[in-house]
């Protein structure tokens, strides 16, 4: 088996370098909390009529917990999170309902008492960044696309895409596992499969920063994966730069089976794991952005999205 070191074919972006010549540099202050708290985010998209799952319900004191049933309700299906929380944490995905019972798509049930304590501590700041009280918003559960059946397993596939000046740079799908326990997240134990930017097909798989050929719980191969729509959702992607103005973000889209594809969340500061899946280093790409003609960055998401295909 290949070490990750052996996948990365040139020129990887560090973290110092990152964090220094791309975030810093691109990404103006000003602009975060519109990416880090994704209420923001989603009245933002919703502005622009960019689809997003849709919000059901807010709970910022902890004196609403005590009405969260009547709030609850009849739902069935939804997501819990917290507004400024990453990397996974503190998502709670609620694929049913079994008497008062909540079941989780591990099939693990949940009481009433335990959601309540879930929420009390997304309100306390467990999951959000540096540990500020946070607020806690309900989501519809997107489902997912049935192209993804057995690449995925107990939890919807998200789509990261890297936009640098609003031109797509890299791509790969996160596919949950039973070991992220319903949502994508690397760190959680998800796996990245990088996506060729032209195609839309798989190219590396990684877990754990590991290579890997088949999900781990299906068996199923991920050599034949294939995007469908895939030049639209690059040019969704890409659009997010007029929305909010970031210069270096990851964009996470998700592909509804009703909906079609939807922005789930955006990142001031994606994480670097995406260059093992793709196989390759993101420099030289992030490197011809930055000489590219002024002309070039005025042009249209749809040309960007063509250009960048083009160019890989
Ligand atoms: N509305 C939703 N329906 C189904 N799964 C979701 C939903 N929202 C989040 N998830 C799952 O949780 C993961 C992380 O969600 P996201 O909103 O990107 O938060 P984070 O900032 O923690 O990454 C997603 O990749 C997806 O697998
Ligand atoms: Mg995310």
């Known amino acids: 088996m290949a070490l990750p070191t052996q996948l990365l074919r040139c020129g990887v972006l560090g973290m110092n370098s990152r964090n220094i010549n791309y975030i810093a540099r691109y990404n ?9 708290d994704k209420l923001q985010t ?4 919703q502005k622009q009529n960019i689809s997003v799952p849709e919000l059901l319900g807010v709970i910022e004191r902890q004196w609403q917990v ?8 009849e739902w069935s299906k939804f ?11 503190g998502i709670l995905v609620i694929t049913g309902r079994d008497f008062e019972y909540f079941l989780k798509s ?6 009433l008492k335990d959601i309540r304590r879930h929420i009390n501590n997304i309100l306390s700041g467990l999951y959000s960044l540096g540990g500020k009280p946070d607020s806690v918003m309900f989501e519809s559960l997107i489902e997912y696309d ?17 936009v640098f000046k609003g031109f797509p740079v890299m791509a790969m799908l996160r596919c949950a596992t039973h070991a992220s326990d319903g949502r994508a997240n690397l760190h959680q134990g998800a796996i990245g499969i990088g996506l060729d ?18 999900h781990p719980d299906t068996g199923k191969s991920f050599s034949e994966l294939e995007i469908p729509g895939w030049d639209e959702i690059l040019v969704l992607a890409a659009g997010c730069f007029e929305m909010v103005g970031l210069g270096y973000m990851g964009c996470d889209i998700v592909l509804d089976r009703h909906a079609g594809p939807v922005i789930l969340e955006l990142n001031a500061r994606p994480g670097l794991a995406i260059q093992l899946a793709s196989g390759e280093g993101l420099m030289k790409r992030l490197k011809a952005v930055e000489a590219f003609e002024p002309e070039l960055l005025e042009l249209p998401p749809e040309q960007r999205v063509r250009f960048m295909q083009e160019m890989v």
């Open 146 to 162: 049935q192209v993804f059946t057995d690449y995925t397993y107990e939890g919807v596939p998200d789509i990261r895409i890297v």
């Open 106 to 111: 591990n099939g693990q049930k949940l009481e």
């Open 197 to 214: 930017l032209s195609t839309g097909k798989s190219l590396n798989a990684v877990q754990y920063n590991r290579p890997v050929s088949e």
């Open 42 to 45: 989603k009245l933002a998209a």
């Open 66 to 73: 005590k009405n969260i049933e009547s709030l609850i309700g």
């Open 28 to 36: 103006q202050r000003a602009l975060y909390p519109l990416v880090d």
């Open 79 to 89: 997501v819990i999170k917290p507004t400024r929380g990453s990397g996974g944490k």
